[in-house]
């Protein structure tokens, strides 16, 4: 890892935070208990891994930061509302998250719903805003991709598979199949929406960016995996053992917890491969690493 | 009303049908239950109201048909989305819509939630898509203005006014606010989105028609609530009696039937005059006309 990484994230998630910040609607606005919802869930809180790929990304066709801002804060809001919904009772009823009370715990289950749809409408509306100096037809791309990325094809179709694999025996690549969709999609969406903010790449970069943002997405879930099996539920902010406890399919419960590290060691090792003559990569081969060891 | 209205709005409403039945994916898709869900909420049913407003409003500035499909379903697919949500246990636990059971009646609550989330992404990705001939920069504008209609300055933030309304005396005021949001943000951006597929309106046009999807909006709402007071739930396809069974201020509640009645005709009214003078607008006061007489 560089050694000014941490430095750089630091920065770079102080960004998105303000951005992020200024974008929300402000909690005195009315409805004042739906845009004080939205603030509680999405600001103060996260590591903000897909923003910080769009940065990462981004800086390979030395992108206009302000351009990124923008993809970087839409990724963010897609994430938090999918977050937001995941947690509501009829899915998987959690308390925790971030650290914090849960959406409908602090606000109750309709205000949580809507909290949820408001931050992905944001979202599009967001990527949608006049920004001078961006190409009008690369912003509706990036539109495009994003919202494909968030439906059925995407993340939602992914929690719809994982709704219909509990108690169910998963093969591996059925499992994978599922994350690809669930975590990978959104990921792989990151790293393609920073790239778009910056100079167009030829198609062998932008396949090894491809490959790269496969590899890494499937190593965030098979890490996430490991952590929600050993780690503790205050380290995480959120609640640990779920998985087991929803006798849900897991990297570990498959593989075990030994051969899931194995896996998740490998992906990254073939991300870093993938981008190894990219040029201007090194944050994202910084990301992959930070992935690979979190913690939380 | 035009002698050949009927004619023209089964037309649109035939032509809107299949232009949702090819962009929602086929049900054999995998998640196949979260596909089917997706196409039983939204296939077969409904007046196509904002679909039927945005090839009126393109009529004026004679637009290519094809773009305003487009906005059409991405216009019906918002909409269904908030039927699917609103109809949650959690919202107002409703099991009729459309004269078909609700759709966590039908799949269940979990896939509700992300068929309606999924359909909110597939509207953006829909006018976010590569339509030959249309203009990048209006394609981005129609997004900015149909995610800010959708959200929490719009239809989901006149949700979240209307949760917080029940069973607490609102003046009439109040009332217009809430409403201006929940559904005239949606009617109207169908009008602005119509006409931004066809040539450039003048300010003066542009006014007028803002004008008319306010008075329009307005009505629509007014008219739903006196029919919800005085129909049957299997005319209207969906739950009757809901507003005071759930202790919901409405246009009835606040002002009695004749008054409620009363103030509809005077909204069509200005309606059908802010257009007056706009040419192209035939099919716009025909719509008019046909909210305020519906019966369903």
């Known amino acids: 890892m560089s050694n000014d990484f941490s430095g750089w994230m630091r920065e770079r998630q102080e960004r998105v935070e303000l ?19 939205m603030r509680h869930s999405t600001l103060g809180g996260g590591k903000r891994i897909r923003p910080l790929l769009a940065y990462a990304a981004g800086e390979i066709g030395a992108a206009d930061l302000r351009h990124v801002d923008n993809a970087a804060c839409a990724l963010e809001l897609i994430h938090v509302y ?22 409908h715990v602090a606000f109750g289950e309709p205000t949580a719903l ?6 992905q409408s944001l979202a599009f ?24 990325a968030s439906g059925s094809f995407g993340m939602a179709g992914g929690q719809a598979i994982d709704l219909g694999s509990v108690g169910v025996d998963l093969t591996l690549p059925e499992l994978e199949f599922m994350h690809i969709l669930k975590t990978g999609a959104l990921i792989s969406a990151a790293v ?22 496969h590899c890494v997405g499937l190593a965030f879930q098979v890490v996430d995996d490991v952590l929600d099996a050993t ?44 981008i190894a003559k990219l040029p201007g990569s090194d944050r994202l081969a910084d990301l992959a690493h930070f992935i690979l060891q979190r913690t939380s």
Chains 1, 2 share one sequence.
Request: aromatic share 2%; hydrophobic share 35%.
């Open 19 to 37: 951005a992020l910040e200024r974008l929300l609607p402000d909690a005195g606005h009315i409805p004042k208990p739906l845009h004080t919802a």
């Open 82 to 103: 999918s977050l937001v919904h995941d947690d509501l009772p009829c899915m998987d009823n959690d308390v925790l998250r971030r650290g914090k009370p849960t959406c």
């Open 114 to 119: 809507l909290a949820g749809d408001s931050l």
């Open 125 to 148: 509306e967001c990527l949608a805003s006049d920004t001078p100096g961006e190409h009008p037809a690369r912003q509706i791309e990036m539109i495009r991709i994003l919202a494909h």
């Open 192 to 213: 393609q929406l920073g790239s778009l903010c910056g100079t167009e790449l030829n198609p062998e970069h932008s396949n090894a960016l491809k490959r790269y943002a």
């Open 231 to 274: 780690g503790d539920s205050h380290q995480l902010g959120k609640t640990a053992g779920k998985d087991a406890e929803h006798d849900k399919p897991t990297y570990v419960s498959l593989m075990g917890i030994a051969a899931a590290r194995e896996l998740a060691t490998d992906l990254h090792q073939q991300a870093i491969d993938a």
